[in-house]
């Protein structure tokens, strides 16, 4: 098994996460407030495991950032529960 291979195992497991989180979150806005950036580094990471020739602290970078964003989601799921909102004023 490669690294590239290793590592899109563990962007696989960070996407799952993702999609649970996508159908725990209720409410549109903030879903897209937590989960957009989270994808948007995932895809980064994908894309630098997939250069050639690999961007390995590139990916670390964008992985460790996606990871952060999905484990903060999760904390506020866990705390407030799947209907949270989050109110800007």
Do not use: C, H, W
């Not at 995932?42 to 990871?67: G, H, V």
Request: glycine share 4%; no cysteine.
């Amino acid at each position: 098994m490669t690294t590239a291979d290793k590592n899109g195992l563990v962007i696989s497991q960070l996407a799952e996460r993702i999609r649970i989180l996508e159908a725990k979150i209720a409410d549109t806005e903030t879903r897209n407030y937590f989960l957009d950036l989270a994808k948007k580094t995932l895809i980064d990471a994908t894309s630098f495991n997939r250069s050639d020739p690999p961007r390995l602290p590139e990916f670390m970078y964008a992985l460790s950032a996606s990871e952060s964003l999905i484990q903060r989601a999760q904390t506020a799921v866990s705390k407030y529960g799947p209907k949270l909102k989050i109110i800007a004023g």
